[in-house]
């Protein structure tokens, strides 16, 4: 029978090899002022999101961020979407639109306000003579005819409406996308339509405000925070023990610590960023993790009672043992559906899928070979404490 409980440090010895690295990684992000470490996405420090498509399809990633880089921005990330569509996310810069269409000028209607020019006026001429009739409106047209008196005569049938003036119609709109004109983001566009072509959609355009960024990263921790705490609670009333609530918060931990770790190693040398959906990933595999070591800690439960008087290292190890296959093929079935969604899920949702990958491989190794190990050094370290008080309190016993 292998002994789990019996190589616990050579478990530990290797979560501390995967764990330290990471760990200062994470540690240079403040150091370095962002420099190193974690590279956080727009969602996170503000910035500017933009999905456009072109009516080439032949358009690459790689390309847009050549011409970004001669726009003054290379750091910016350029991800494929689906429907063609790419999404250009750069640092804070102005979003100018095109001008509004010319309001047109507004008309009036004779009848309900006449223009000065509408007023009767008075013929000077003698009968006969010719006349300047009244007009409705001052684009009406003068005609001889009698003035038979000073007031104007009714005319039976009612006048005519005047010929409408030429009014200026609005603009037509056009076809296509409102891009962006003026500006820097307007410089951008000219430059992606100049190199690929006119761009046929824009989707998404919006800028995130380094307030609104705070305010994210701030609900960020305090979700983890509150998770953990949730859990930690709920363990120790579960078992009615705080040992096995604190042994798997330390578990979290390093499920918490290789995740973030691995993304502050590949941020460093790659230049992966974390966005939005990483927060919802960690609480996934916080929940995964989690659920493992319940697993394991409810068949340590059953089987103290069963085996009273047995060594409690034993029951862990018969314990971990017995729980291991079902934990292992549960793990392997959601690895293995991770594994397709990272190699054919497409590129935006690839950080996500990452995250949940080495959290649920990270889960699956600590809650068998971390959290049950450190439940077993915890009791032992307390078993030795009680026999040393006993031994305080009767030492002739102890001498016996």
Not at 57 to 79: E, H, M, N, R
Not at 104 to 124: G, R, Y
Not at 134 to 159: C, L
Not at 195 to 222: E, H, M, N, Y
Request: proline content about 8%.
């Amino acid at each position: 029978m292998f002994d789990v409980i019996g190589r616990r440090r050579w478990f530990f010895l290797f979560s501390g090899l995967i764990t330290i690295p990471g760990f200062i990684f994470i540690l240079l992000t403040p150091l370095t002022n962002g420099a190193e470490g974690l590279r956080f996405s727009i969602d996170y420090t503000g910035g500017t999101s933009w999905e456009i498509r072109f009516k080439d399809p032949g358009v690459t990633a790689a390309g847009i961020k050549d011409v970004l880089a001669g726009q003054d921005l290379a750091d910016s990330t350029v991800i494929a979407t689906s429907g063609g569509y790419f999404n250009i996310k750069t640092k804070p810069i102005g979003l100018s639109t095109p001008p509004p269409s010319p309001t047109p000028a507004p008309t009036f209607n004779a009848s309900a306000a006449p223009s000065p020019s509408a007023a009767p006026s008075v013929s000077a001429a003698p009968s006969g003579s010719p006349g300047v009739s009244a007009s409705a409106s001052s684009g009406a047209s003068t005609s001889p005819g009698p003035s038979s008196s000073a007031a104007p005569s009714p005319s039976d049938s009612p006048s005519p409406s005047p010929s409408p003036s030429p009014v200026a119609s609005p603009s037509p709109s056009p076809s296509g996308p409102s891009l962006p004109t003026t500006g820097k983001l307007g410089e951008v566009a000219t430059a992606l339509q100049a190199r690929f072509g006119p761009i046929d959609d824009q989707r998404v355009l919006t800028t995130v405000g380094a307030v609104v960024s705070a305010d994210l990263i701030a609900q960020a921790f305090t979700l983890i925070l509150v998770g953990a705490l949730g859990i930690l609670i709920w363990i120790t009333l579960r078992f009615k023990d705080v040992k096995f609530g604190v042994s798997a918060l330390i578990a979290l931990l390093h499920d918490v610590i290789v995740v973030v770790g691995t993304f502050a190693v590949l941020g460093t040398l790659l230049r992966v960023e974390i966005d939005a959906l990483f927060v919802t990933a960690m609480l996934t595999v916080i929940g995964f993790s989690v659920h493992d070591t319940i697993v394991v800690f409810d068949r340590i439960r059953e089987n103290k009672a069963r085996h009273a008087g047995e060594p409690f290292a034993a029951i862990v190890n018969h314990s971990v043992l017995q729980t291991f296959g079902r934990s292992i093929n549960t793990s392997f079935t959601v690895v293995l559906t991770l594994l397709a969604l990272l190699l054919f899920g497409g590129s935006a949702i690839r950080t996500f899928v990452l995250a949940l990958l080495l959290g649920i491989i990270s889960g699956t190794y600590s809650s068998i070979f971390n959290a049950s190990p450190i439940l077993v050094v915890w009791q032992e370290w307390e078993d030795r404490r009680h026999v040393r008080a006993a031994a305080t309190r009767n030492p002739r016993r102890t001498q016996t």
